[in-house]
């Protein structure tokens, strides 16, 4: 298969993966700076993605979106990846387990794109700060998304894909302290990443929700900071970060690289 990855120096040579109905991320040969696509033969090749979290949330809903538009899906998850179809195949994954990640995503021959879609909320206010949920969601959040990246960047082509979902709360939120400081870094990771890989075109970003309509946001383990509605009186869908993210993947979005989205329905605002 053309585009093979090679471990050791080289990397998954560029080309157009075929974005299928998407019409996500035409891939470019570094440094070309033309639009023209790349070897026909490889637009039959439909794109991949591997995606964190799909078993629930917002990775469920990522993962949808990208097998409707003819991508094909490696989900990671402890649990059953909650989508269906053709595409897609799931691979039980605990991220806290930074040594099995490489072997997880041993099976994937090239990743156009990555989200890391994975995570977990644990709240507190300083005086009741718990180390081992602070260590926890950072080994979700961050520590994974290193190990997972650095697994696969040889793997991602010229011109192709990594996501990071962070929060809106990176900035700072009583009594998430330990969720957002984990969420902060992934924008460190992203800015650093993306600087990295920028003369290969593939480009790196973040994307912050606000409160979003999924299981995080009813899970008792972050009672002590029950969610706030939205300044636009209504959560955030899955489905809406789902298409900020399909976006980042699509041709459109191929200039922003190092940035965070934040979709929160006005929460960032005051
Ligand atoms: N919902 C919100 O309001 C909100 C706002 C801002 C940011 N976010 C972020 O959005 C991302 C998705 O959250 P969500 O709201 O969709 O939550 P969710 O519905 O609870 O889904 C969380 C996902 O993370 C996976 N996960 C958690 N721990 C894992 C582990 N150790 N190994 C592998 N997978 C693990 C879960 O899979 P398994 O349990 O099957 O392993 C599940 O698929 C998270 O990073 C979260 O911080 C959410």
Redesign the pocket.
């Known amino acids: 298969m053309a585009g093979r990855p090679r471990r050791g120096g080289g990397r998954v040579r560029a080309r157009d993966a075929g974005a299928g109905r998407s019409g996500a991320a035409p891939r470019r040969a570094a440094g070309t700076g033309t639009d023209a696509p790349h070897a026909a033969a490889a637009e039959a090749d439909p794109p991949h993605a591997v995606v964190?979290?799909?078993?629930?949330?917002?990775?469920?809903?990522v993962t949808e979106r990208l097998l409707a538009a003819g991508w094909r899906v490696t989900a990671?998850?402890?649990?059953?990846a909650g989508a269906a179809g053709d595409g897609l195949r799931w691979v039980a994954?605990?991220?806290?387990?930074l040594d099995r990640i490489p072997a997880a995503v041993a099976g994937v021959e090239r990743a156009d794109a990555v989200v890391?879609?994975?995570?977990?909320?644990r709240s507190a206010r300083l005086g009741a700060l718990s180390a081992a949920d602070g260590a926890a969601m950072w080994?979700?959040?961050v520590a994974?998304a290193e190990v997972l990246v650095d697994a696969l960047v040889d793997r991602v082509p010229d011109g192709g894909r990594v996501v990071l979902?962070?929060?809106?709360?990176m900035t700072g939120v009583p009594g998430k302290s330990q969720?957002a400081a984990t969420?902060a870094a992934l924008t460190a990771l992203a800015r650093s990443w993306a600087a990295e890989l920028v003369a290969r075109h593939v480009t790196v970003n973040v994307v912050?929700?606000?409160?979003?309509?999924?299981?995080?946001?009813h899970?008792p383990a972050r009672a002590a900071t029950p969610?706030r509605l939205p300044p636009m009186g209504r959560?955030?869908s899955?489905g809406e970060?789902a298409g900020t993210v399909a976006f980042l993947l699509g041709p459109d979005a191929r200039s922003i690289t190092g940035q965070t989205l934040v979709v929160c329905a006005g929460t960032s605002l005051g």
């Not at 979902?165 to 709360?169: A, D, E, F, P, Y």
């Open positions: 964190t979290g799909a078993s629930s949330g917002i990775g469920r809903a990671l998850s402890r649990r059953p994954a605990d991220l806290a387990d890391h879609a994975a995570g977990l909320q080994q979700v959040h994974a979902v962070g929060s809106r709360t969720y969420k912050a929700p606000g409160p979003t309509d999924t299981p995080m946001l899970d969610p959560l955030v899955p970060v």
